[in-house]
């Protein structure tokens, strides 16, 4: 039998719903239950994919080439379970689904409706198929109780509610209690509010997950609970946390998973083994040293654009026993060579990660360049690969008009759209594509590597798969001159068309990567090329 919980959220959004998501996802697998995320989002774009990173964050690819919302990188790294395509949906794509129908005159002439017709859609999302061994299926709803375009939703799980009944789904509300000053007090009033809202569409939750910054008195538990109409053991403390991958034992502390359980009327459950989320906190509050990372990139005043990769630089220091400290630096400003780069002086590493477009992207092949010729350990992510590739061409190997044809014609497309070199027609490929939703090559793909290589090494093995988001290649036509200028291609797919990965042999470490490790870096068990380029980093901070 499978069960459900949905997690909503209250008052304000922010509130860290994905990683609470993600933790009790975290704290049943700990009780040894398999588990599923979902996640349903209310705004209208089929999918993040086409989403500025400053509106929306990273778009987390899975492996089966879905642009997902960057909560699903969250339930993958609290649980090391690969989302799927079918585990994220938005409003956009169930009307996008019933619109297509429509037209094709599967409704048989019926009047659409959003009661029933989109509020099924979302059902059947929620109840699709989770896979072998799934126990427990949490679904996240998008944003916060209240807004319009999220009453579909919660209209379809309140029906799931009664569907499925008290036994098989359990509502957890996530709220904030804010402590004001003045009055030298905690605040229960915005709870009360965003549990009456709940209520009037018809959704009395189980448990409040209640975020606060300091312990809540136990009167205002009850008070809580009486108000909202809760049992007091389901009023749950949310305290602020030094680090994320604290919250799966802290919520566990406050009961959060034993309530759940309760509200299931699941009896002798296994206790949890938090063993290595107990590790994992203790490796990351009792540091061997701190390296710094300089990570270049665009949207650096949105930190949220680089989720993944921050956190996967995160696993390295686990892996290698250090803090990181990342510094943010926006490549927009190396754009203008007169300025120097004196910002990259004291960092042990730099990590150019992927991008789009014209804008910084001189600035992050300037990054590349100090990095190659001060010989600082340096991992180009996707753009960050393509564009270190195009500053050796030039640099390295004469190629002076190196460019990509993202910027626009280019006389030497040492990077190019993948078709522009394998169709021969460039005009034909951009006009027919009007359609800007996946035109990319998107999800898990295979590369081997070269025997006697860095990355081999790294990897421990030959085959390996990774996720892939990008529009433009390294151009195969390039590889020879590349090749004789001392840039290694270690990495191709396996048809060997497409460039994968690149280093450079008499580098410390300075590898490129045509695809994004970082979203399959997980706490306990951090990327191996993250794990590497931390270590390197380990070791130039004991040379500076
Ligand atoms: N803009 C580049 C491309 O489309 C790189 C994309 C990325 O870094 N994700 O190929």
Known sequence: MIRYIFITGGVVSSLGKGIASAAMGALLQARGYGVRLRKLDPYLNVDPGTMSPRQHGEVFVTDDGAETDLDLGHYERFTGVSARRSDNITTGQIYRDILDKERRGDFLGATIQVIPHVTDAIKDFV????????????????????????????????????????????????????????????????????????????????????????????????????????????????????????????????GLDAEVLSHFRIEGAPRPDLTRWNEIAHTIHNPDGEVCIGLVGKYTDVPDAYKSVMEALDHGGIANQVGIDIRLIDSEQFDDEHRPLDILEGVHGIIMPGGFGERGARGKM???????????????????????????????????????????????????????????NVKEVRTAKTDKGGTMRLGAYPARLTQASKVAEIYGQREISERHRHRYEVNVEYLEPLEAAGVHFSGMSPDGKLPEIFELPGHPWFIGVQFHPELKSRPFDPHPLFASFIKAAVTQSRLV
């Not at 904030?176 to 965003?194: D, F, R, V, W």
């Not at 100090?370 to 960050?384: D, S, T």
Request: proline share 7%; hydrophobic share 40%.
């Open 127 to 254: 109840l699709a198929d989770p896979g072998e061994g799934v126990d427990f299926v949490l679904c996240e709803i998008g944003g916060t109780v209240g807004d319009i375009e999220g009453l579909p939703f919660f209209e379809a799980i309140r029906q799931l509610g009664q569907e499925l009944g008290p036994e098989r789904a359990v509502f957890i509300h996530l709220t904030l209690l804010p402590y004001i000053p003045a009055a030298g007090e905690m605040k229960t009033k915005p709870t009360q509010h965003s549990v009456k809202e709940l209520r009037s569409i018809g959704i009395q939750p189980d448990v409040l997950l209640c975020r606060c910054d300091r312990p809540i008195p136990e009167t205002e538990k009850r008070k809580i609970a009486s108000f909202c109409n809760v049992r007091p053991t389901s009023v749950i403390e949310a305290r602020d946390v030094g680090h994320i991958y604290d919250v799966p034992a802290a919520y566990h502390a406050e």
């Open 366 to 424: 300037r990054a590349a360049r100090f990095a190659r010729e001060r010989a600082v350990p340096c991992f180009g992510i996707c753009y960050g690969m393509q564009l270190s590739v195009i500053e050796a061409a030039r640099s390295l190997a004469g190629i002076d008009l190196a460019s990509t044809t993202e910027f626009g014609e280019a006389d030497q497309p040492v990077v190019a759209l993948m078709e522009e070199w394998t169709r021969g």
